[in-house]
């Protein structure tokens, strides 16, 4: 369940990042990789 969740959960802020929910500091691949990691606290 807990890894359900995780997965869930990244798809979720990729869906809000497509739809433009979300403004990306870098509008590329590095910008969503950072957004993303900031949601979830991963180290980069």
């Known amino acids: 369940m807990k ?3 995780i997965t869930i959960g990244g798809f979720e802020v990729m869906r809000m990042i497509c739809r433009g929910h979300c403004v990306l500091s870098h509008p590329d691949v590095t910008g969503e990789i950072r957004l993303v990691n ?3 606290g991963l180290a980069a």
Do not use: R, S
Request: proline share 0%; net charge neutral.
């Open 3 to 5: 890894t359900a969740a």
């Open 38 to 40: 900031q949601f979830f």
